[in-house]
T-cell receptor, first 112, second 115 residues
């Protein structure tokens, strides 16, 4: 039931790109992406809704393949501030509830 | 708008005691969820309240309970504390966000240590 994230960890140099994947075995209504820095709360990045709508605040992008129940988060031209642990949270059913099931996280480290 | 607030931020208890954590959601948000975060198990959903009713529940024992008040503030209670209850407890409120859909925002968390 818990979505599976890959890779578990990635190390980048500033300016490089990364892709983080999230895969679920259940039909999904939405996928939420968060970034958490050490000692802080998770911060909302993006929500992808069934039907293809994508909403986010930052200059990142993501995709949601409903047939495969997979989502990918694309981090381009990475900055030092991108470092942290990325979580995908999945929501099934008719959605719009507060119940998100989170993946185990992907640790991203961006080096100068 | 003020963000999600949680009190207290840190708590130390001993086994067998009980604890109550508090969460104030973003103004206008009616959904409040609670999560437990540990290094071994990650982020796990505890329960969700909407308009004072528990709408969803995770797979935690009955020692974990919660409630929501008419002003949407929520409390979480853990009775008969065990060592394994040591964790960061995160509250999240869900409602209209800048992206135009119902987004879920987390509070800073309460770090509970059980000795």
């Amino acid at each position: 039931q818990q979505p599976v994230q890959s890779p578990q960890a990635v190390i980048l140099r500033e300016g490089e790109d990364a892709v983080i994947n999230c895969s679920s075995s259940k039909a999904l209504y939405s996928v939420h992406w968060y970034r958490q820095k050490h000692g802080e709360a998770p911060v909302f990045l993006m929500i992808l809704l069934k039907g293809g709508e994508q909403k986010g605040h930052e200059k990142i992008s993501a995709s949601f393949n409903e047939k495969k129940q997979q989502s990918s988060l694309y981090l381009t031209a990475s900055q030092l501030s991108y470092s942290g642990t990325y979580f995908c949270g999945t929501e099934g059913g008719s959605g719009n509830t507060g119940k998100l099931i989170f993946g185990q996280g992907t640790t991203l480290q961006v080096k100068p | 708008k003020a963000g999600v607030t949680q009190t207290p931020r840190y708590l130390i208890k001993t086994r067998g005691q009980q604890v109550t954590l508090s969460c104030s959601p973003i103004s206008g948000h009616r959904s409040v969820s609670w999560y437990q975060q540990t290094p071994g198990q990650g982020l796990q959903f505890l329960f969700e309240y909407f308009s004072e009713t528990q709408r969803n529940k995770g797979n935690f024992p009955g020692r974990f309970s919660g409630r929501q008040f008419s002003n949407s503030r929520s409390e979480m209670n853990v009775s008969t504390l065990e060592l394994g209850d040591s964790a960061l407890y995160l509250c999240a409120s869900r409602g209209p966000g800048l992206a135009g859909v119902n987004e879920q925002f987390f509070g800073p968390g309460t770090r509970l240590t059980v000795l």
